[in-house]
């Protein structure tokens, strides 16, 4: 018998969890070609890169790297303090802490074996026997950022009106325009337009009063699916 789930809470990656860069800057500095990838995200930014390009320029500078090499790269990726004293309310809460983000799958896989968080989404590097083949396996961008939050939510049987979503940028906007409470966190201006509060704070623990209010704004048990 699984545990009751009062409602879900989405996390961007990059920009939110990480502190400083991205996840895919902190391996291109170990592959060697963060330059040529900061400039493309600085183009995605702006909007003269789609994140399609961007993923074909990252993932051809993981050519040739192991699956475990970069799985051990990834257990140093920084984070903001407070990560781990967020998913525990969200656990003690019957919330689900969710990671709704473009970064590569490895990475939301590394950070939910590190903090708890449920790892669901995200783009794919080719693998082949146990290597990267520099190729993009499977392409994901802020629309099937949105729509595979909302299936993840259908399948636990939570009502989106139970979830909202903490992000920073252009990528989670799709996303906040469907949830009824979003966050903006240290976010660009777009972002911040797009949800319903922002804060800037170098600690994540700084969420958990928004959070608070958010969860008790629901009322009722919510949903007793697994």
């Known amino acids: 018998m699984t545990e009751p789930v009062r409602g879900i809470v989405f996390f961007d990656v990059d920009g939110t969890l990480v502190s400083t860069g991205s996840s895919s800057s902190h391996l291109a500095e170990r592959f060697g070609h963060r330059d040529a990838l900061d400039e493309a995200e600085r183009r995605y930014a702006d909007g003269s890169l789609t994140n399609r390009q961007v993923s074909e320029i990252d993932a051809a500078g ?124 240290n976010a660009t201006g777009a972002a911040r337009a797009a949800a319903s509060t922002a804060i800037d704070t170098a600690d994540l623990s700084d969420v958990v009063p928004w959070l608070e209010g958010w969860l008790n704004s629901l009322g009722g048990p919510g949903s007793a699916s697994g």
């Open 62 to 185: 993981w050519r040739g790297a192991s699956t475990t090499t970069v799985d051990r790269w990834l257990d140093d990726l920084p984070v903001l303090p407070g990560v781990e004293l967020v998913v525990a309310w969200c656990r003690t809460h019957q919330v689900v802490p969710v990671l709704a983000s473009l970064a590569w799958q490895p990475v939301t896989r590394s950070l939910a074996r590190r903090f708890g968080f449920v790892a669901h989404g995200g783009p794919r590097v080719g693998v082949t026997g146990g290597t990267y083949d520099g190729a993009v396996a499977e392409h994901f961008d802020e629309f099937d950022k949105r729509d595979r939050a909302l299936r993840y939510a259908l399948a636990r049987g939570v009502p989106i009106e139970r979830c909202c979503a903490i992000g920073d940028s252009r990528s989670d906007i799709p996303l906040f325009e469907v949830v009824p409470a979003a966050l903006a966190l």
